[in-house]
């Protein structure tokens, strides 16, 4: 019987290796992972001062519909989330709102909602985005920095005035210093491959955060 497989070969080795440059859908990758940060910084301070509030509040019991409240935001931020995963990452989640205030009555929706372990494992999701996008932002920022630094070498290390150094890779003895064509041509090639590197991590990073929100939006 004929058997198909997929034969590696130089050519296609080439494409996979270049082609998330020539791919729009890098780039809105790349996006995703920046907005994590001020989203992250948004979430965390909207649900970690809700929380606050309501639990300093619970004594005298408005911290029960306080925090009702705040974990009914999940369902909403839930709802964005699943938005943005789908507009920039293409990755399509299952999510609907499972806690509608409009039509339940208000006791029984706060009551559903404290009593929902899915609402305090959402409330975690998001706070921990925080620290998530703190991450993401740094790795494209260290990686697009860096790689542009030394991909520009050839054209900075002539200038007059100028003393092209690299201090990322000081080693002790002190920054590396550019002030030769053939030392600004490999780091140019350095810093090439740092880009196409960062390329496919952030692929990977984004790809990886979408399927893990959207398995936990669509749990709900």
Known sequence: MPSHS????PDSGHKR????VTDPQTYRNVAFLLLRLPLGVGYFTVFLT??????????????????????????????????????LLGIEVGHTLVHDP?????????KTIL???QSYL????FLVSLF??????????????????????????????????????????GPIVINTLPEAVVASLVGLAVLLVGFH???????AHGRVTAFLLANQ
């Open 115 to 117: 009593t929902d372990p």
């Open 122 to 125: 959402l409330v975690g999701y």
């Open 17 to 20: 290796l270049w082609s998330p």
């Open 132 to 173: 998530v996008g703190i991450g993401t932002f740094l790795f494209v920022v260290v990686v697009a920095s860096l790689g542009m630094a030394l991909i520009v070498a050839p054209l900075v290390y002539p200038l007059p005035f100028t003393q092209y150094e690299i201090p990322l890779f000081d080693s002790g003895a």
């Open 6 to 9: 997929t034969e590696f070969t």
């Open 50 to 87: 809700g929380l606050a509030i309501g639990v300093a509040l619970t004594p005298v019991l408005v911290g029960i519909p306080v925090l009702g409240f705040v974990l009914g935001l999940t369902d909403y931020a839930s709802t964005f989330e699943a938005k943005v995963i789908s507009r």
């Open 201 to 207: 991590g952030s692929n990977l990073l984004a790809t």
């Open 102 to 110: 409009t039509t339940e009555p208000l006791v029984s929706y706060i």
